[in-house]
């Protein structure tokens, strides 16, 4: 158990549509991380945030947003869905200064159909 | 952008048998990192590498950071079935300055190991 909780696990919607996935990270890490995970694309980051305040982007889609609140739980907002969006969505945590280790949670699994 | 090429693909081993998987890039990098996905789980870091030709070990694994900072393997030795999963190299493209700190990992392809009893 890493201590980051993803929520849902699992959602199917249909295109067009709007989700929200949620992360709480391990007690105490201010940096709350996003990837993105396809099965051709492998893992990409797709947006940090250190203590509420947005620090790093990647390719992260303009229908994409993010945010992370004051207790340090973060939101990723997906809109306008496609197909192309399915895939794994994993939020990672990490303490003060970054050194590359993160703590994965388990993921949610989003189906566009 | 950062890119990392990793290989092999995929691996199919019997168990007992070793494992070598490498990992390169066109940027040089100050860390280098190994993770491991088992099914339905996110990735756990297996081994991180904080200087060029340094060597390190984690029980049956050992990996070691290129001596151009461009390159990194990962060696398992005596494989069991429980090391099934997705191994994965990244690396770090960072900046601590101002007593913050931001970070973006980059990571590999990935190689999907197989390994049969």
């Known amino acids: 158990d890493s201590g980051v909780t993803q929520t849902p696990k699992h959602l199917i919607t249909a295109t067009g549509q709007r989700v929200t996935l949620r992360c709480s990270p391990r007690s105490g890490d201010l940096s709350v991380y996003w990837y993105q995970q396809s099965l051709d694309q492998g893992l990409q980051f797709l947006i940090q945030?250190?203590?509420?305040?947005?620090?790093a982007k990647g390719n992260i889609l303009e229908r994409f947003s993010a945010q992370q609140f004051p207790d340090l739980h973060s939101e990723l907002n997906l809109s306008s869905l496609e197909l192309g969006d399915s895939a794994l969505y994993f939020c990672?945590?990490?303490?003060?200064?970054?050194?590359?280790?993160?703590?994965f949670g388990e993921g949610s699994r989003l189906t566009v159909l | 952008g950062q890119q990392l090429n990793q290989s092999p693909q995929s691996m199919f081993i019997q168990e007992g048998e070793d494992v070598s998987m490498n990992c390169t890039s066109s940027s040089i990098f100050n860390t280098w990192l190994w993770y491991k996905q088992d099914p339905g789980e996110g990735p756990v870091l297996l081994i991180a590498l904080y200087k060029a030709g340094e060597l390190t070990s984690n029980g049956r694994l050992t990996a070691q950071f290129g001596i151009t900072r461009k390159d990194s393997f990962l060696n398992i030795s005596a494989s069991i079935p429980s090391d099934v999963g997705i191994y994965f190299c990244?690396?770090?493209?960072?900046?601590?300055?101002?007593?913050?700190?931001?970070?973006?990992?980059?990571f590999g392809q990935g190689t999907i190991l197989t390994v049969h009893p």
């Open positions: 990672a945590s990490s303490g003060g200064i970054f050194t590359g280790e993160l703590f």
């Open positions: 990244a690396g770090p493209f960072t900046s601590n300055a101002g007593g913050t700190s931001y970070g973006k990992l980059t």
């Open positions: 945030y250190y203590n509420g305040e947005e620090r």
